[in-house]
């Protein structure tokens, strides 16, 4: 049996937006379409009818035609919610005034804005725009996405088209769209990280780990050293490096979700992480709203303790552990 989980919410009459659960046979059920299409059969909800759509399923952004073998990996649960949660206007059905005003920018540059409107050019890009989640001003995936395309037929227009792009909300804000869209997950590190030689046991530590845009490889060293290994979804943020501001959110947004998920600690990268999560610590919980006071340790460090060697040079956030 698969587990579905449906985002509901009516904007005329829900003051929160909740989750519906249905079971349904696992057979003959291939794509979030087939899944659709039978839980409609039982309770009719808001969604585009006759057409294919994007919605946001168990935390990847794709269209209906999404593979439920890629989606569901090891587990019999789905979740599926709109593209942009906080523009649901009827369960799956979402405003997109905000994506078509800001296609609108380029319109002294295309003939064909309305036809592009109409075929969604670039919207699954623009919604699943992790910056779009933290800054609704984010001049959009799409806008960036059309002047490279522009671009390649007028270059004469790159002066005029990357000012309008290198702006307060523009392209300093930008990050992947690796490991959020389906079939765009390739990582860029795909292989598996060596067991070190583990003298340092760290069982009944609960330990979370930050990706970036690198392969999660690193679990099996956390799960190897006997420790809980705390599966973050914001563990492949890739946090834009000149934007302070949207850095901070970003990280913050890791480290709570770590703390929130009782970790003891959490793993980062390199030491250029270690500068952010943990140097300026501080300052993302005043960017937060809350005190975090959660130790960061980068991934030699930690096969550095699991080896036996605990002198680790002191870090803003004491390492208590190692007391």
């Known amino acids: 049996m698969l587990e579905i989980e449906l985002f509901k919410f009516d904007s005329q009459t829900d003051y929160l937006p909740y989750y519906k659960n249905y079971r349904l046979k696992r057979d003959n059920l291939r794509t979030i379409d087939d899944v659709l299409n039978e839980v409609h059969k039982i309770e009719k909800f808001g969604r585009l009818e006759d057409e294919t759509f994007f919605v946001r399923a168990n935390g990847t952004f794709t269209d209906t035609t999404g593979t439920l073998d890629t989606l569901l990996k090891d587990s019999q649960t789905l979740r599926i919610e709109p593209i942009s949660v906080k523009r649901a206007v009827n369960d799956l059905i979402i405003d997109t005034k905000d994506y078509k005003q800001k296609l609108e920018l380029l319109a002294p540059y295309l003939t064909d804005i309305q036809e592009?409107?109409?075929?969604?050019?670039?919207?699954?890009?623009?919604?699943?725009?992790?910056?779009?989640?933290?800054?609704?001003?984010?001049?959009?995936?799409?806008?960036?996405?059309?002047?490279?395309?522009?671009?390649?037929?007028?270059?004469?227009?790159?002066?005029?088209?990357?000012?309008?792009?290198?702006?307060?909300?523009?392209?300093?804000?930008?990050?992947?769209?690796?490991?959020?869209?389906?079939?765009?997950?390739?990582?860029?590190?795909?292989?598996?990280?060596?067991?070190?030689?583990?003298?340092?046991?760290?069982?009944?530590?609960?330990?979370?780990?930050?990706?970036?845009l690198n392969a999660p490889s690193f679990e099996n060293v956390i799960k190897e050293s006997n420790a809980q290994y705390l599966d973050l979804a914001s563990k492949h943020f890739d946090i834009p490096e000149n934007s302070k501001e949207l850095s901070y959110l970003m990280a913050g947004t890791v480290l709570l979700e770590a703390l929130d998920n009782n970790a003891d600690f959490l793993i980062v990268n390199n030491k250029e992480e270690l500068a952010l999560f943990d140097g300026q610590q501080k300052a993302i919980g005043k960017t937060m709203g809350r005190e975090i006071s959660l130790p960061v340790v980068t991934q030699g460090e930690f096969i550095q303790l699991l080896e036996g060697d605990k002198n680790i040079p002191s870090h803003k956030i004491k390492l208590s552990f190692l007391d």
């Open 116 to 212: 592009m409107i109409s075929e969604k050019t670039y919207m699954l890009e623009y919604y699943a725009s992790n910056t779009l989640h933290f800054k609704d001003d984010y001049i959009g995936e799409h806008v960036i996405l059309l002047v490279s395309d522009i671009l390649k037929e007028l270059p004469m227009l790159q002066e005029e088209l990357h000012q309008l792009i290198d702006c307060e909300e523009g392209l300093k804000h930008r990050s992947s769209l690796a490991y959020r869209i389906q079939n765009e997950n390739t990582p860029q590190n795909a292989d598996t990280v060596k067991i070190p030689n583990i003298i340092q046991s760290f069982e009944n530590f609960n330990i979370a780990l930050y990706c970036a």
